[in-house]
């Protein structure tokens, strides 16, 4: 078996979803640690959290692999006193390296919106933009009923915006935080948006507009993308002989 460095992992999420394809407001890559680093474990996260960093340590992890980047703003300081600087000098002293794969595979078949539309039996799948999934459901049903199937799926609540008794054929899905792509949805045939987030005016204008928002969460509509990335990185490690164990975090972030 080979000796794997976190320039292997780093080249492989590349392939997949290149960091260069990341919005401009993005903070994907390496962020802490070293290419040269050599790895043996990795554990794959939605967000790095003192628990996680905790969960990492006791695998024996020399990388970790987050969704959701730290350091969005210039860090002049990295002290105990703030939540990102404790996070920071933990990651720092366990000697471990950290990767942020955000906007970036949020735009692949990699992303939560990807792996809800699998749950979902979504077929005909389009991509008016690179954060929608619009497809066909398996069954057209009315968004009152499509309320209690999503909440099933993601295991909570979920707020429904819009006429419960809206027929819904055409179903688009962005996870995270993408309320605004409700009129391209629209626009692509689709009755009904699922996302993570909803803001106030985006609700308003949606339903008034016909459309129905499906507010899912944002940790819920993104946590089916860890487990799979996880799997598809110890496959593709596996086929090139590398020796890591690829971890995926079970730590509840609230």
Partial sequence: MRQAVVRD????????APFETAEAFDNVGLLIG??????????????VTLPVIQQAIEKNVQL???????????????????????????????????????????????SGSARLAEKLGL????????YLFIGTVPEAIDAQKMEGKLEEILGTKVIRYGNP?????????????????????????????????VKHH???AAVESGMILFEGGH??????????????????????????RVYSSDVKLY
């Fill in 165 to 197: 008794d809206t027929i819904i054929q055409r179903l688009a899905i962005a996870g995270g935080a993408y309320d605004e792509g409700y009129e391209q949805a629209q626009q692509s045939g689709a009755q009904a948006l699922l996302t993570g987030e």
């Fill in 202 to 204: 985006n609700a308003i």
């Fill in 9 to 16: 992992v780093y080249q492989w999420l590349d392939e997949i």
């Fill in 123 to 130: 077929t005909d799948i389009v991509r008016p933009d690179p």
């Fill in 219 to 244: 940790l819920q509509t993104e946590t089916p993308m860890v487990s799979f990335l996880a799997e598809c990185l110890q496959n593709a490690l596996n086929t090139l002989e590398y020796n890591v």
């Fill in 34 to 47: 070293s290419m040269r680093q050599e790895v043996n474990n990795v554990l794959v996260a939605l967000d």
């Fill in 64 to 110: 970790i692999i987050t969704h959701h980047p730290v350091m969005f703003r210039p860090v002049q300081q990295i002290v105990d006193d703030t939540y990102e600087g404790k996070l920071l000098s933990a990651i720092i002293r366990a000697g471990i390296s950290l990767i942020s794969t955000h906007t970036n595979i949020d735009q692949t078949l990699y």
